[in-house]
Nanobody, 120 residues
Framework: QVQLVESGGGLVHSGGSLTLSCAAS????????GAWSRQAPGKEREMVAR???????TYGDAVMGRFTLSRDHAKSTMYLQMNSLKPEDTAVYFC??????????????WGNGTLVTVSS
């Protein structure tokens, strides 16, 4: 069973940058579309960024102009480049993707989350 492995979270000072990765455990897996969301303590989960099958991207208002979502088909990986980080960006970040496994079956996968902490 293919899984998503998230990495890149950590502690960063306000104004700093981080890049999150979301990699399929099977290199054959083909990402069609995907998204990053986040959940801060005591708050509801919110959409951060989304990429469609055609490569079109949309961003939440809170991160517009600071975050960039991309994907690398060859590496079966989706990225979230986060710049100009603010303390309010502190949250657990989750990725989810829709893609095709090695049997060409369309599956929806979720990562387990990676913690991003931005200090002031």
């Amino acid at each position: 069973q293919v899984q998503l492995v998230e990495s890149g979270g950590g502690l960063v000072h306000s104004g700093g940058s981080l890049t999150l990765s979301c990699a399929a455990s099977d290199s054959i897996f083909s990402i069609s579309s995907g998204a990053w969301s986040r959940q801060a303590p005591g708050k509801e989960r919110e959409m951060v960024a989304r990429i469609g099958s055609g490569g079109d991207t949309t961003y939440g208002d809170a991160v517009m102009g600071r975050f960039t979502l991309s994907r690398d088909h060859a590496k079966s990986t989706m990225y979230l480049q986060m710049n100009s980080l603010k303390p309010e960006d502190t949250a657990v970040y989750f990725c989810d993707v829709l893609g095709y496994d090695r049997r060409s079956v369309l599956v929806n996968l979720w990562g387990n989350g990676t913690l991003v902490t931005v200090s002031s």
